[in-house]
């Protein structure tokens, strides 16, 4: 598929929308080497399905592929033994301006990756707050401009978002999931544009009944121009991708986002990631964003 640098579309009465530009991103991924589904924290994962490790390998090899096509940066972190669900690095930390926030996961399963993250961000020259609340990085801490999005309701909890806050010194704006299928924000919501001029309001995408009533209006009054999802799409976790601002990787099932998309003048590219779908994770859940202004 075509990834060209940038795109203008018509809307029907012949008014030119923005023009999407692609923005080089920095990403952090793990390779799933020990990626396998033997025990059961979400609704999406049952120990009795078999996994093919080698497919989740070889799908999440395109995903890496794709970014270092579209000119991205992406670094790795060495994957643990014992810790399948490593492969998600979106949980691993939250990032802004040089500053990495740790994990501190729900559930028992997972907490020993939580080191190896802190590690490599201290490795890597970040300053590395460790947590005092539960929460789990980049799952439920989407930034949209100059605000951090925050979700609660499955895991991470509503302190988290008062320490993320003191941490970047940023509004945090508190959305509550309510349906078990859609835990992390990351999940039912997804920013469009990873970087926009001052003031400006970031474009974003999510699936309304994922939240409750007050979220909804929250997210209607910031951001009216969003793109309203279908449950279709969100079911196959069409909303759990990554955009540079203008290519948009989505799953190859969320076809009517993926018209929605092309409306509004990103370029959705497809990438097949059903294999690490039985873990309850996909494109955005793969992807760490690495910021380091």
Aim: aromatic share 10%.
């Amino acid at each position: 598929m075509s990834t060209p640098e940038t795109a203008t579309i018509l809307r029907p009465a012949q008014e030119p929308i923005r023009r999407r530009v692609a923005q080089h991103r920095h990403y952090l991924m793990c390779r799933p080497t020990h990626f396998t589904v033997d025990y059961k924290i979400n609704p999406w994962m049952d120990p009795a399905t078999p996994t093919d490790t080698a497919k989740a390998v070889a799908q999440w090899q395109d995903l890496y592929d794709l970014y270092v096509k579209l000119g991205h940066e992406v670094e790795l972190i060495e994957p643990l033994a014992g810790y399948p669900d490593m492969v998600y690095t979106a949980n691993g930390g939250f990032t802004i301006g040089g500053r990495a926030y740790v994990p501190a996961f729900y559930y028992e399963q997972r907490r020993g990756e939580s080191p190896a993250f802190a590690e490599w961000f201290r490795s890597h020259g970040y300053d590395t707050v460790l947590p005092a609340e539960i929460n789990e990085g980049e799952g439920d801490f989407l930034l949209a401009g100059d605000v951090i999005l925050a979700g609660t309701g499955f895991r991470s909890v509503g302190d988290s978002h008062r320490e993320v806050q003191e941490v970047f010194g940023r509004e945090v704006v508190t959305l509550t999931l309510v349906d078990p299928r859609f835990y992390h924000l990351d999940t039912a919501l997804t920013v469009l544009d990873p970087v926009v001029e001052d003031g400006a309001t970031a474009g974003i995408a999510y699936l309304p009944h994922a939240f409750d009533e007050a979220s909804q209006r929250i997210l209607a009054e910031r951001f009216p121009d969003a793109i309203l999802v279908a449950d279709e799409d969100g079911a196959v976790f069409g909303l759990n991708s990554a955009s540079d601002g203008l290519n948009v990787i989505i799953s190859p099932r969320a076809t009517g986002f993926e018209k929605q998309l092309r409306e509004r003048g990103y370029n959705p590219i497809m990438v097949d990631l059903s294999e690490l779908l039985l873990g309850g994770g996909g494109i955005k859940c793969c992807t760490l964003e690495l910021r380091q202004a």
